[in-house]
């Protein structure tokens, strides 16, 4: 059967979209196609996805925010399962555009739980986040841990699509999981992550800013172990058997970190990258930012035992395959 995939023109969306298509999955894509970032860096990724699919792939120009739209263009379509990744991304830009994560992440969300309940889909799985743990101070991040702390917006609204699911599969039955991605980073990645900003700026030969002095650690994870997650747990849907899962919900719904298990220090990252690049970057060292946390760890324990789940890649080969793709491909989207 076919399988949907929002946020498709997304980072995370292409890869996952790509790992579908190459097994010979038929993939109908929606994104909207926003100017978060360029536009170009999209229209590239799905070009590729193209290249890989060919005509298993068909494409949606929509807005999932627009109830009526995304109605309209999915009318007489027929898949059985969903990957929902399309967000408004960015803690930082929570702070000054509101509206567009109340839009994205809480509207878009909704229809996306309504789309699923109408059309009795067999397995929701969609995108959180490790924000949503907040000012949580407890090392590593438990998905049993209390997520009530948000420190953005983007938290709180990833925060809020939890609880809306979780009321879904309680009224619906609904079978869902959830996972919180904890800083994802790789070939075709984001302009505004620091990985790309670092990069970027480091070939230039232009100073980078680094927050808090350099004094954070980030569970980085590579995106083919994100896509690893994000298929076995599409695979596997939940029991509706009254069991507790993941996440501590008794309805066929769960939640399940996606992470590499390993905080690493920011400078550690930065060192990976000017290794890659061949030159040293210029600190301009800064204050923490509003938004932001000191440190994210991810408790990977459910995911690996329900799924068997293995993150495999460590920055110093993550970081390196980055810097390969920028160079050759990614410099002309910066």
Not at 53 to 71: K, N, Y
Not at 177 to 201: H, N
Not at 249 to 266: A, D, S
Request: proline letters at 5%.
């Amino acid at each position: 059967m076919t399988i949907l995939v929002t946020g498709i023109a997304g980072f995370i969306g292409m890869h996952v979209a790509a790992n579908l298509l190459a097994r010979g999955e038929a993939v109908i894509g929606v994104d909207n196609f926003n100017d978060y970032y360029p536009v170009a860096l999209k229209e590239a990724r799905v070009a590729e996805l193209r290249r890989i699919g060919g005509d298993q792939l068909i494409l949606h120009r929509t807005d999932i925010g627009d109830e009526a739209a995304l109605a309209a263009t999915l009318k007489g379509t027929t898949f059985d399962r969903i990957v929902h990744l399309a967000a408004q991304a960015g803690v930082r830009y929570s702070i000054d555009n509101p509206a567009a994560y109340l839009r994205s992440n809480l509207a878009g969300h909704l229809n996306i739980l309504e789309l699923a309940r109408h059309r009795g889909v067999r397995h929701l799985v969609y995108a959180s986040s490790s924000s949503v743990y907040g000012a949580n101070r407890n090392m590593p991040f438990r998905v049993e841990d209390r997520a009530d702390h948000p420190v953005s917006l983007y938290a709180a609204t990833k925060r809020a699509g939890e609880l809306m699911s979780e009321t879904y599969a309680h009224l619906f039955r609904l079978p869902q999981t959830g996972l919180r991605f904890f800083t994802v980073y790789g070939p075709w990645g984001r302009p505004d992550m620091a990985l790309w900003k670092f990069t970027a700026s480091i070939l230039a030969g232009r100073p980078i800013d680094v927050y808090n002095h350099g004094d954070m650690k980030r569970d980085f994870t590579y995106i083919d172990d994100i896509v690893a997650g994000v298929i076995a747990s599409l695979n596997n849907p939940p029991a509706d058997d009254g069991a507790e899962k993941a996440g501590g919900f008794t309805t066929p719904h769960r939640l399940y970190n996606i992470g590499n298990n390993r905080p690493e220090p920011l400078m550690d990252l930065i060192g990976e990258i000017e290794r890659a690049c061949g030159r040293k970057a210029e600190l301009n060292l800064l204050p923490m930012q509003d938004g932001d946390v000191y440190e994210t760890f991810a408790d990977i324990d459910a995911i690996r035992c329900d799924l068997g789940y293995a993150p495999r890649t460590a920055i110093a080969v993550g970081v390196p395959e980055f810097v390969d793709w920028f160079k050759s491909a990614g410099s002309r989207y910066a």
